[in-house]
């Protein structure tokens, strides 16, 4: 269904047919409204209250929400208490439950993390480098599988490809309980790789639908903060599953990927049944006939996030993209900074988190110990993350609060490369790398930045699956940093990150500098045209997304 439509064509029965605008139609109409400033019907911008605390001083929920100019619809009208108790409806309809599957996601791809503590690779003869290798074959299917499985989310549709990745990864990692040496695990990493790989990009796209761009960012966050509560969760059952060590005969790891496997095919099931195609599609026999937006609330949903892009009105939700079009994503060299960045922004800190289990059991935490303490890093890494993310839409400075996190991690990483760790007492260590991991994690800022700056629903899908492709890439790189031969210091592997980390504040400093340039140059353009040359290349211009003359990149 294209989002485009606010007030749907009517068939002969009477039901709303689907239909899409081509971007030089929606281009034109936008152009050729022309509205005074002293209209009445319209808002004032600075009424608009984004976050929920600016609304608790003077705040209006009565004045009008419709000031955008760039109206699709000029006869739709609502306001801005209208628009705010929409978007925390759309918040529990959708975004609630998106997060719940992101937590399956996570606990069925790092609950390997809690059976390392339960003698894991002990039980299957596994050394150090085979661990490596099972996460580097994960990492790569899970790559491979990122651009494939946009392009069929695409096609089908994300409702309907979302909970079939689940239920098909819940029987690969429940299956786990049977493990039986190297070759069996590294199959079923392998397979978890594959089948999970696209889900990140594939829920981006689908929350696109409902959300403007500064709301995806932060729900994003909580995005990402429901994989951390995941990691959360998964140290709370793995305390208590992995207490079933000898049940049956069986090892107590056995049971974790059993009944966390179990856990994902449940959520699986519920998602086909909690998943709309998109906002004017919401009624179903489990949902409700009326669905869960009125006519009014179906208009607002797809105005404000058309108005706020049009291109989010040119394609169809079930609408694939074709070769032609893949192909001219993918050199979009605007977004490649974006795609740099992505690639090595989380190696400094992934690697140690890796290794975190077995650190701690190395320096003598037992295996329940070591579960709970993998804890407080997570509760540490949701309030930074969240802080950052907030601190980026509110003063629209990406590239410096993405940065934080490199700024953070770097005093602890020398820290850990000058000092003969195995010296100082057990809970400076486990303090030392708490720390480390409580760094502000950027991914949020980025998967909004990169959907911001593809300004397509075409560059969108592609540029999602891309950025997550790179940084399951520097996955792979980083886990491949520590090395049986270098521990118990691996004073080379953290060498490397301190390296990467400085290289890493490089480039985001490299790419602010490349976003700035491109917008001067544009907006120099623009600003030697004269209003009725700009009027004439809005309607009749072919340019489309973050090629067009009037788009800026967000930096």
């Not at 007030?7 to 899409?20: L, R």
């Not at 690779?121 to 990492?139: A, E, H, I, P, S």
């Not at 709970?372 to 400075?397: C, R």
Request: aromatic fraction near 14%; charged fraction near 20%.
């Amino acid at each position: 269904m294209s989002l485009a439509i606010a007030v749907q064509k009517k068939g002969a029965d009477g039901s709303a047919s689907p239909s899409s605008l081509s971007s030089t139609e929606i281009s034109k109409g936008l152009a050729e409204v022309k509205i005074s400033e002293t209209d009445s019907t319209l808002g004032v911008p600075a009424d608009e209250k984004r976050f929920w605390f600016q609304r608790a001083i003077k705040y209006d929920p009565d004045a009008i929400a419709t000031q955008n100019l760039k109206k699709f619809d000029p006869s739709a009208r609502w306001t801005w208490g209208e628009e705010h108790r929409l978007i925390r409806k759309i918040d529990f309809r959708i975004m609630i439950w998106a997060c719940i599957m992101f937590m399956s996601l996570e606990l069925d791809r790092a609950n390997i993390q809690q059976a390392n503590t339960d003698n894991f690779l002990k039980d299957l003869k596994l050394t150090t480098n085979d661990y490596n290798l099972g996460n580097t074959v994960f990492k790569a299917a899970f790559l491979c599988a990122e651009l494939p499985s946009q392009l069929v989310s695409k096609w089908i549709g994300p409702d309907r490809w979302i909970p079939a990745q689940m239920i098909l990864w819940s029987f690969v990692a429940l299956s786990q309980f049977w493990l039986s040496g190297r070759t069996s695990f590294l199959t079923c990493r392998a397979l978890l790789g594959i089948l999970q790989g696209g889900f990140i990009p594939d829920i981006i796209l689908y929350l696109s639908y409902f959300y403007k761009h500064h709301e995806l960012s932060l729900r994003l966050g909580f995005f990402w903060t429901a994989m951390s509560g995941a990691d959360i969760l998964s140290g709370i059952f793995a305390f208590g599953i992995l207490h079933l060590r000898g049940t049956q005969g069986k090892s107590g790891w056995r049971w974790l990927f059993l009944l966390e496997g179990l856990i994902t095919l449940v959520l699986g099931i519920f998602s086909f049944l909690l998943m709309p195609p998109g906002p004017t599609q919401t009624s179903s026999w489990f949902r409700g006939k009326k669905g869960w937006f009125t006519e009014k609330e179906q208009t607002i949903i797809v105005n404000r996030v058309i108005r706020e892009d049009p291109s989010k009105g040119t394609m169809h939700n079930r609408q694939p993209v074709t070769p032609k079009l893949l192909w001219k994503s993918m050199k979009d060299f605007d977004l490649w900074p974006l795609y740099l960045v992505g690639f090595s922004f989380q190696i400094p800190m992934t690697t140690p988190q890796q290794y975190l289990t077995l650190s701690l059991r190395g320096i003598g935490f037992n295996t329940f110990q070591t579960n709970l303490l993998s804890i407080p890093y997570q509760v540490g890494h949701i309030i930074t993350m969240m802080i950052i993310t907030y601190g980026a839409e509110i003063t629209g400075s990406l590239t410096w609060w993405s940065i934080v996190g490199q700024i953070w991690a770097l005093p602890f990483l020398i820290f850990l490369r000058v000092t003969n760790i195995n010296t100082v007492p057990k809970w400076t260590e486990f303090a030392i790398m708490t720390l480390l991991l409580s760094y502000p994690l950027a991914h949020a800022i980025q998967v909004g930045w990169c959907s911001r700056n593809a300004n397509t629903v075409r560059s969108r899908t592609v540029s999602a699956a891309m950025y997550n492709m790179f940084v399951q890439a520097g996955g792979i790189v980083a886990s491949n940093i520590y090395r049986d031969d270098d521990k118990p210091r691996y004073k080379r592997g953290n060498t490397a990150l301190v390296s990467i980390t400085v290289m890493n504040i490089a480039l985001y400093v490299f790419m602010k500098a490349y976003y700035v340039f491109r917008n001067r140059s544009r907006e120099n353009k623009w600003n030697s045209m004269s209003e009725q040359e700009r009027l004439h290349y809005l309607e009749t211009t072919k340019e489309e997304g973050n090629k067009r003359l009037d788009f800026r990149f967000a930096h």
